[in-house]
């Protein structure tokens, strides 16, 4: 039995198509992955639909100024179309330091935008950071500089640790954590066993 010509030449043509098809997706997936900057993103599913490029389930490692590692996830990672250095994220999730460090600083919130160009990530939507002494802020926007470590909340906000509990409009945050500075705070203080 012998094979149909027709047939032949419609499934190279199919075939053909399909790798067309496929090269262009590849170029495609190539450059969107190069558009994300540095290569520091990693362990991302990248995908792009026609109005902007997201990496889902983002991890980004590095050092800042002063050589502490951090990493910064996110589940959602968009690249905003006005600039290649600036991502809105959805459940940003941070950490400065090492695990064993005295000034370690862990955030959470519910959205963020991040500067890549600049190191700066500003956290809305009930931001909770966590810092080495059991001491835990909580407030609606905190605008962070991963590079220095230095922070910024923008109250109400309030700052517990184990022995007292602050609440404030706004609080400056040095990169060392030595110094914090707060406008309009109260400060209550819990004696031994009470809180």
Known sequence: ???DPTHHSRRVRRLRQVMFVSALALLALILLWSSFGSGAWFGARVTSGPAQAEMIDAVMRGKNQQGKPYVLRAQVLRQRLETTSIYDMQAPDIELGTRRAKDRIQAQAQSGV?????????LSGEVELRQ????????????????????IVQGPLQ???PARLISADLLT???????????????TLFAKGQK
């Open 132 to 151: 080495t002494g059991d001491r835990i802020i909580r407030a609606p926007e905190v605008d962070f500089n991963m590079q220095s470590g230095d922070f």
């Open 1 to 3: 039995m012998a094979s």
């Open 114 to 122: 991040y500067d890549q160009q600049t190191g700066n990530i500003v």
């Open 173 to 187: 945050s040095t990169g060392n954590n030595k110094t914090h500075e707060f406008t309009n705070g109260v400060i």
């Open 159 to 161: 700052m517990r640790s």
